[in-house]
């Protein structure tokens, strides 16, 4: 069946929900107490060892395939006008994200900042050694370039389909 990568990571979240789910139920009922003069049988939950060895086993089979299919289609699919492939830019995004917010702090610094330093009643300034206006220009490539990047790569998830066989 054909998907997205939107599309293919719900899928995926939901058989790992499903799977989660399934241990879950599973953790609840491999052990159960009885009182001494209670039947056993009456309170056992019910559970079948094997089926659910089974199930889970097959999802998890799934959680792979659409793991790999994912990968696959990272690794090997280009972000038009990034000659990148979308792992690079998935990489490539939280870098300009770091980036960003170190450039945010530097061109919000004031050039020169008083210092009062307590001791002996000294003024001492605080300087930037790098123009805080260069910094703010920076800023605003990089922002500029992080909404470009991101919007190519949602364009990308939401439309590119690719084949998932589950």
Not at 143 to 152: C, F, G, P, V
């Amino acid at each position: 069946m054909l998907y997205t990568s939107a599309e293919a990571a719900k899928l995926l979240r939901k058989l790992q929900e499903d799977k989660s789910s399934l241990e879950s139920d599973e953790q609840q009922r491999t052990l159960f107490r009885a009182a001494v003069n209670e039947d056993k049988e009456e309170a056992r939950p019910e559970y079948d060892y094997s089926t659910t060895q089974s199930a889970i086993d097959a999802l998890e089979a799934k959680i792979r395939t659409v793991k790999h299919a994912i990968n696959t289609f990272n690794l090997t699919h280009e972000v038009p006008g990034f000659g990148m492939t979308i792992d690079m830019m998935l990489v490539y995004i939280p870098q300009l994200t770091h980036k960003k917010q170190k450039l945010y702090s530097m061109c919000s610094r004031l050039p020169k900042v008083r210092e009062v330093v307590r001791v002996a009643n000294i003024i001492e300034y605080t300087y930037t050694n790098y123009d805080p206006e260069e910094a703010r220009r920076d800023y605003e490539k990089v922002s500029d370039e992080l909404s470009r990047a991101q919007t190519a790569l949602d364009v990308l998830n939401n439309s590119v389909k690719f084949e998932i066989n589950i």
